[in-house]
């Protein structure tokens, strides 16, 4: 008679190693399928915040530019400039798709600026358009509110925002 040796056959490891690697596979695939649509959602979750606080700073800035048109060195759909206390403000679109703030000193002749912080405040702009309101007819001089616009690149939709911000009646000293 033979004696049984302890230990495990050669086909029984297989089949152990066989449903070990089925197991892990199957948890693998479950993470990576809970993992990636996450993580989607949290970018995208991201990129609206961030939208949201560009539209509340330039809301904030526009807020606080003088009322007064010659203040205002450059108006256009995609670029607004003006002057304040502490120097220029300037809000800028470009086709790249950046929207970016600018502080310092702008000649308006050359149209350059001087000693300017720049900052990139949203990068995934698909449009961006300004639209400045003056007050009555009378008033031509006095600007009364800016209409601004701004449409996000997103993967399937777009996120878009439509707002009028009133300028206070500052005067610049």
Avoid at 164 to 172: G, L, Y
């Amino acid at each position: 008679m033979h004696k049984r040796q302890n230990g495990f056959l050669v086909f029984e490891f297989l089949i152990y190693l066989f449903l070990s690697i089925l197991l892990v596979t199957l948890c693998l695939h479950w993470a990576i399928n809970l993992y990636v649509p996450m993580m989607f959602r949290s970018r995208q979750s991201n990129t609206i915040v961030s939208f949201y606080a560009a539209c509340d700073l330039i809301a904030r800035d526009i807020r606080m530019a003088p009322s007064d048109r010659s203040l205002w060195k450059k108006i256009d759909p995609s670029t607004l400039i003006w002057h304040t206390n502490d120097g220029d403000i300037g809000w800028f679109y470009n086709d790249q798709g950046k929207l970016t703030r600018f502080q310092g000193s702008y000649d308006a002749t050359a149209g350059v600026w001087h000693k300017k912080v720049q900052s990139t405040v949203l990068q995934s702009v698909d449009h961006v358009s300004f639209t400045v309101s003056h007050g009555n007819k009378d008033r031509v001089s006095e600007i009364q509110k800016v209409a601004c616009v701004l449409k996000l690149k997103g993967d399937s939709s777009y996120h878009t925002i439509a707002y009028q911000v009133a300028i206070r009646n500052r005067k610049i000293l």
